[in-house]
């Protein structure tokens, strides 16, 4: 019999429907059973791409004797991390100061207060590696319980109380400056990994912020070793088996730092970011690399993270089943060269075992391979018609595998980051498809996650909105692509629903000294209020806020929002120095407020050329507003009284207060962009 969970949006919930664990969602009701049973609470946290998340609910959750154990001793709560990143923000913290490590799963319990005590990850059917079996902890802390209440409600207090005094103020009242982000430049390049690219060692993640901040600094101040930097990351990762060399799009991350074996799941975030952030390289480069990947991304965006309501999936999973029915990480994408031979022919399967790297012995486990481009320089020497013709095949055999499941919930925030990627791809590349994909996303966002109210929720499920709320993230992330398809487009209603967003923002999301919350100050009271500066997986909600705000306030001269950027970004004068890779997409934002950011008004067409030349200028941050008109200065505020030229399309470049002599010229306008 299913259990509560059945009756969630969450796809990760609803795995665990079936077990014969008796969980409950996360919710008041919970705690108030755990509080009339006398019991504990074992907190769950994990998300429906986890491998090792499968891995303990398989081995433990499924297991009968475990089940009827913690259905007896406690109340267990299962979280999908992606629905409540506040849950599992607050935890992982505790987590974090009590072991000095965290992950997922995370497995924590609780007093019916919801203060926790006990903290761990991934506990096994067994004991192993030193670690106790899930079963001895489950009686340890029921021990624990029984016979020591006093000193498990003491640690508890403890731990809360240490975590309540954790607030940051806004990082001091400097605005990050030159001498910041050079410092910042400088500790970057110590930790530049020259032979692999990317920062630091296995596991490798993409940096996808950092490098927004390199291409931006590199375009402020001409250096040269940013743009380096930049480069040959992002080469290296597009040649590596983290790179689908077959579909597009990126894995999240490697697992060693040749950036050759991938851990196989893959977000929609990363995705969305790197497909910018290519796209960005492209117009500082013109790379043929970069444009490729930047579109073969939006492109696996679109076919197979696409739902039926126009959102974006969360992610596919890393899991699916093999040949032989055995469902293991990786299967869907990894080939032997016996396989090869079975798709293309002996000489064709040769060829393309040189090209992808696929080896007797394997580069991944049981002999097999993950594709990556093998030896530098292979895409100039190889016959492009070829490797078309053998990349398309192998992808067709490809398609006939089981394929990994999709985590089809809408996350607001990665769909704002995906909306940012899509519009500026297509208008770089002249792909209107994208920008419509792009605002069909929007327009999601807005029928169901904003509703009639102007408040976020965090996800929705086949059009259905989810019952948890907005947190920083998705309201910095989803103004943010409202604001890039405000440029891209020429519709004045997304600068309009940004700035609906970010008043939320400077409503709710504020502390007294500037800094900013993770959660509205109206939003379920946890032991903590969470607030993190550092960038996870994505943008920090507290600097993709802060540059949301400092393109609004370049739109619309809003003092208030302008001033509210300033004041949130103290926090990377302090941190940019000392731990720039934790903190990119602040320098970015830093960047940006240096530069001004440029204000672009271009009084002409729609997508013409010299809006064109706008959204290819590299300047950090610029805001660009196009349309003709009489109702053009409705629609944007920096249109208004900036009439065209002789009749001609005419462009105006303001920054700091000051104002070029307008332009109809392309050429002079893309020298006023050019940073």
Same mark, same amino acid.
């Given at each position: 019999?299913?259990?509560?969970?059945?009756q969630t949006t969450s796809p990760y919930l609803r795995q665990h429907a079936d077990n014969p664990v008796d969980w409950w969602p996360w919710s008041p009701e919970a705690f108030?059973?755990?509080?009339?049973?006398?019991?504990?609470?074992?907190?769950?946290?994990?998300?429906?791409?986890?491998? &090792?998340?499968?891995?303990?609910?398989?081995?433990?959750?499924?297991?009968?004797?475990?089940?009827?154990?913690?259905?007896?001793?406690?109340?267990?709560?299962?979280?999908?991390?992606?629905?409540?990143?506040?849950?599992?923000?607050?935890?992982?913290?505790?987590?974090?100061?009590?072991?000095?490590?965290?992950?997922?799963?995370?497995?924590?319990?609780?007093?019916?207060?919801?203060?926790?005590?006990?903290?761990?990850?991934?506990?096994?059917?067994?004991?192993?590696?030193?670690?106790?079996?899930?079963?001895?902890?489950?009686?340890?802390?029921?021990?624990?319980?029984?016979?020591?209440?006093?000193?498990?409600?003491?640690?508890?207090?403890?731990?809360?109380?240490?975590?309540?005094?954790?607030?940051?103020?806004?990082?001091?009242?400097?605005?990050?400056?030159?001498?910041?982000?050079?410092?910042?430049?400088?500790?970057?390049?110590?930790?530049?990994?020259?032979?692999?690219?990317?920062?630091?060692?296995?596991?490798?993640?993409?940096?996808?912020?950092?490098?927004?901040?390199?291409?931006?600094?590199?375009?402020?101040?001409?250096?040269?070793?940013?743009?380096?930097?930049?480069?040959?990351?992002?080469?290296?990762?597009?040649?590596?088996?983290?790179?689908?060399?077959?579909?597009?799009?990126?894995?999240?991350?490697?697992?060693?730092?040749?950036?050759?074996?991938?851990?196989?799941?893959?977000?929609?975030?990363?995705?969305?970011?790197?497909?910018?952030?290519?796209?960005h390289l492209w117009r500082a480069t013109g790379s043929d690399l970069a444009r490729r990947v930047a579109l073969e991304t939006a492109d696996f965006m679109v076919r197979e993270?696409?739902?039926?309501?126009?959102?974006?999936?969360?992610?596919?999973?890393?899991?699916?089943?093999?040949?032989?029915?055995?469902?293991?990480?990786?299967?869907?994408?990894? &080939?032997?060269?016996?396989?090869?031979?079975?798709?293309?022919?002996?000489?064709?399967?040769?060829?393309?075992?040189?090209?992808?790297?696929?080896?007797?012995?394997?580069?991944?486990?049981?002999?097999?391979?993950?594709?990556?481009?093998?030896?530098?320089? +292979?895409?100039?020497?190889?016959?492009?018609?070829?490797?078309?013709?053998?990349?398309?095949?192998?992808?067709?055999?490809?398609?006939?595998?089981?394929?990994?499941?999709?985590?089809?919930?809408?996350?607001?925030?990665?769909?704002?980051?995906?909306?940012?990627?899509?519009?500026?791809?297509?208008?770089?590349?002249?792909?209107?498809?994208?920008?419509?994909?792009?605002?069909?996303?929007?327009?999601?966002?807005?029928?169901?996650?904003?509703?009639?109210?102007?408040?976020?929720?965090?996800?929705?499920?086949?059009?259905?909105?989810?019952?948890?709320?907005?947190?920083?993230?998705?309201?910095?992330?989803?103004?943010?692509?409202?604001?890039?398809?405000?440029?891209?487009?020429?519709?004045?209603? &997304?600068?309009?629903?940004?700035?609906?967003?970010?008043?939320?923002?400077?409503?709710?999301?504020?502390?007294?000294?500037?800094?900013?919350?993770?959660?509205?100050?109206?939003?379920?009271?946890?032991?903590?209020?969470?607030?993190?500066?550092?960038?996870?997986?994505?943008?920090?909600? &507290?600097?993709?806020?802060?540059?949301?705000?400092?393109?609004?306030?370049?739109?619309?001269?809003?003092?208030?929002?302008?001033?509210?950027?300033?004041?949130?970004?103290?926090?990377?004068?302090?941190?940019?120095?000392?731990?720039?890779?934790?903190?990119?997409?602040?320098?970015?934002?830093?960047?940006?407020?240096?530069?001004?950011?440029?204000?672009?008004?271009?009084?002409?067409?729609?997508?013409?050329?010299?809006?064109?030349?706008?959204?290819?200028?590299?300047?950090?941050?610029?805001?660009?507003?196009?349309?003709?008109?009489?109702?053009?200065?409705?629609?944007?505020?920096?249109?208004?009284?900036?009439? +065209?030229?002789?009749?001609?399309?005419?462009?105006?470049?303001?920054?700091?207060?000051?104002?070029?002599?307008?332009?109809?010229?392309?050429?002079?306008?893309?020298?006023?962009?050019?940073?």
């Amino acid at each position: 019999m299913a259990n509560r969970l059945a009756q969630t949006t969450s796809p990760y919930l609803r795995q665990h429907a079936d077990n014969p664990v008796d969980w409950w969602p996360w919710s008041p009701e919970a705690f108030e059973e755990a509080r009339r049973r006398g019991v504990p609470v074992l907190l769950s946290v994990g998300y429906a791409s986890c491998h &090792w998340c499968h891995v303990m609910a398989h081995e433990s959750f499924e297991d009968t004797t475990v089940a009827d154990y913690l259905n007896a001793h406690f109340v267990p709560v299962k979280v999908d991390r992606e629905e409540r990143p506040d849950v599992d923000a607050v935890y992982m913290e505790a987590v974090q100061a009590a072991t000095g490590q965290g992950g997922w799963p995370m497995t924590v319990f609780l007093t019916a207060d919801a203060e926790p005590f006990y903290f761990g990850t991934y506990f096994p059917p067994e004991p192993r590696h030193g670690m106790p079996s899930f079963q001895q902890v489950l009686e340890g802390v029921v021990a624990a319980w029984t016979d020591r209440r006093e000193e498990v409600a003491e640690v508890a207090g403890r731990i809360v109380r240490d975590l309540a005094g954790r607030s940051l103020a806004a990082g001091g009242t400097e605005l990050p400056g030159e001498p910041d982000l050079a410092q910042a430049l400088l500790r970057l390049t110590r930790d530049y990994d020259e032979k692999h690219g990317g920062f630091g060692g296995a596991p490798k993640f993409p940096p996808s912020m950092v490098i927004e901040f390199l291409l931006r600094h590199h375009a402020r101040t001409g250096a040269e070793g940013a743009l380096q930097m930049a480069a040959d990351s992002c080469a290296a990762m597009a040649h590596g088996g983290i790179y689908d060399q077959l579909g597009g799009g990126f894995a999240r991350y490697s697992v060693d730092r040749e950036w050759v074996v991938p851990h196989f799941e893959k977000m929609l975030y990363d995705n969305a970011l790197l497909c910018r952030v290519y796209a960005h390289l492209w117009r500082a480069t013109g790379s043929d690399l970069a444009r490729r990947v930047a579109l073969e991304t939006a492109d696996f965006m679109v076919r197979e993270l696409r739902t039926a309501e126009g959102g974006f999936a969360s992610a596919l999973d890393a899991d699916s089943e093999d040949a032989q029915g055995r469902h293991v990480e990786g299967a869907f994408y990894v &080939w032997t060269p016996a396989q090869l031979r079975e798709v293309l022919g002996e000489e064709d399967a040769a060829f393309a075992a040189g090209y992808f790297g696929v080896t007797e012995e394997g580069t991944f486990e049981e002999g097999s391979s993950v594709l990556r481009l093998a030896r530098d320089g +292979q895409e100039q020497d190889a016959d492009p018609a070829r490797v078309a013709d053998v990349r398309a095949r192998l992808l067709a055999a490809r398609e006939l595998r089981t394929r990994p499941e999709r985590d089809d919930k809408i996350v607001a925030a990665w769909n704002g980051l995906a909306i940012a990627a899509l519009a500026e791809a297509g208008a770089y590349f002249d792909r209107p498809d994208l920008v419509e994909r792009a605002t069909e996303a929007a327009d999601l966002l807005v029928r169901v996650h904003m509703g009639d109210v102007a408040r976020l929720c965090r996800t929705s499920r086949d059009g259905r909105a989810g019952d948890n709320s907005g947190v920083l993230e998705d309201y910095g992330d989803v103004a943010e692509g409202f604001l890039a398809l405000a440029s891209v487009t020429g519709e004045g209603v &997304w600068l309009e629903f940004a700035g609906f967003l970010l008043d939320i923002v400077l409503a709710h999301f504020r502390g007294e000294h500037g800094e900013l919350f993770d959660t509205a100050d109206d939003a379920e009271q946890l032991i903590r209020r969470p607030q993190d500066p550092t960038d996870s997986a994505t943008p920090a909600g &507290w600097t993709a806020a802060a540059g949301a705000l400092l393109s609004y306030a370049a739109h619309t001269g809003s003092e208030a929002h302008r001033s509210a950027a300033e004041g949130a970004l103290g926090i990377v004068a302090a941190l940019g120095p000392k731990a720039p890779r934790f903190i990119g997409w602040g320098l970015a934002v830093a960047e940006a407020l240096l530069d001004g950011p440029r204000e672009v008004a271009v009084a002409g067409p729609v997508a013409g050329e010299l809006h064109r030349t706008a959204l290819l200028g590299s300047a950090p941050g610029a805001v660009v507003a196009a349309g003709e008109g009489p109702d053009a200065g409705a629609e944007f505020p920096l249109l208004v009284d900036r009439p +065209q030229v002789g009749g001609e399309p005419t462009a105006y470049v303001c920054r700091h207060f000051v104002c070029d002599a307008p332009t109809t010229d392309a050429g002079e306008l893309a020298v006023k962009l050019g940073g």
